[in-house]
């Protein structure tokens, strides 16, 4: 195989187009390789595998015992010959999303080689650059974006619709929100013992109205690892397995305005395997409202100080 990869060209493209490569954004690169590669072609696993192809990578699933502990995937360049590795027992998004990742780690330092004055990503700096690339590859901004208010934020649903974890939907909803609106969204799971914890949670904030924000978030909103409280609202849906929603949540006693939240639990068949918990501003609730009339939650009608 010889090293003419397109992949090479693809960087040549994305340096011509943009002078340094981080002057394009990963939204940016990521539209770019939209339309070089798929452009009205479905992006599906056997899709992205023919495009690996194209761009001189071998895609190889492997078993779980084979991969090295706590990796989702890797690749390894020898010589001309690229591989990328994934679980093969992934679920379809997952490997989708690892052939992705693997792809853009490899883009970096393409990227040097095409243009030796570039310096490439730290580790931890390409591992998120990475992310970020494959989420935007796999949920494209626009179209995400007006099926997002369609349903009415809701984050199973788009997980259906787009085959694609509840856990990247939900971090994806809250980079194509950020800076248009206050939200805060949580994705919670039992724990080994039975304890329903937040296993992902994303956050953003209105940037053209400073005032429509929730401050001191952090005291207020759960982050990862946090185990839900027995009168929270997320309790409730494990409980009663049904959606819930509360339409006033009060901060301050003197504060009339406050937020509303929505609490979805993911049934599998009758058991509540996951809860999706969405939170805006009282204000914002008609965005709400797509989720509230298909899925006719229990109403709750005020909480005080917590979710």
């Known amino acids: ?127 998120l650059a990475a992310n970020q690339f494959a989420t935007a590859v796999l949920l494209p901004r626009s179209s995400f974006s007006a099926k997002l208010f369609a349903t009415g934020l809701d984050i199973i649903e788009l997980s259906n619709q787009y085959s694609k974890s509840c856990s990247q939907v939900l971090l994806r909803m809250g980079e194509v929100l950020q800076g248009k609106l206050f939200m805060y969204a949580a994705l919670y799971e039992p724990n080994s013992e039975n304890e329903w914890q937040v296993t992902y949670w994303t956050a953003c904030h209105n940037e053209t109205d400073p005032d429509s924000n929730v401050f001191g978030v952090d005291g207020l909103f759960p982050r990862k690892g946090r185990i839900a409280a027995p009168d929270s609202l997320v309790s409730q849906s494990v409980t009663e397995r049904k959606s819930y929603l509360v339409q006033h949540i009060t901060l301050l006693d003197s504060m009339d305005e406050g937020l509303v939240a929505f609490a979805r639990p993911l049934l599998i068949p009758e058991i509540p395997v996951k809860v999706a918990l969405v939170v805006l501003l009282e204000q914002n609730r008609n965005i709400l409202q797509p989720q509230i009339d298909r899925l006719q939650p229990m109403v709750i009608d005020g909480f005080h100080g917590h979710l």
Not at 9 to 15: G, K, R, W
Not at 86 to 114: A, P
Request: net charge positive; hydrophobic share 30%; aromatic share 10%.
């Open 1 to 127: 195989m010889k090293t003419t990869s397109d992949l090479i060209m693809f960087c040549q493209y994305v340096i011509k187009k943009y002078g340094n490569p981080n002057d394009a954004t990963e939204e940016q690169k990521a539209e770019e390789f939209r339309k070089v590669y798929f452009k009205n072609i479905p992006l599906n696993l056997h899709t992205l595998q023919v495009v690996a192809s194209v761009c001189g990578i071998r895609t190889n699933g492997l078993e779980s015992k084979k991969m090295p502990p706590k990796l989702r995937g890797y690749h390894e360049v020898i010589g001309d010959y690229k591989n990328i590795y994934y679980r093969e027992e992934d679920s379809l998004s997952g490997i989708q999303n690892t052939i992705l990742h693997e792809i853009r780690e490899m883009m970096e330092t393409l990227f040097t080689e095409v243009n030796p004055t570039y310096i490439p990503l730290k580790t931890k700096a390409r591992h």
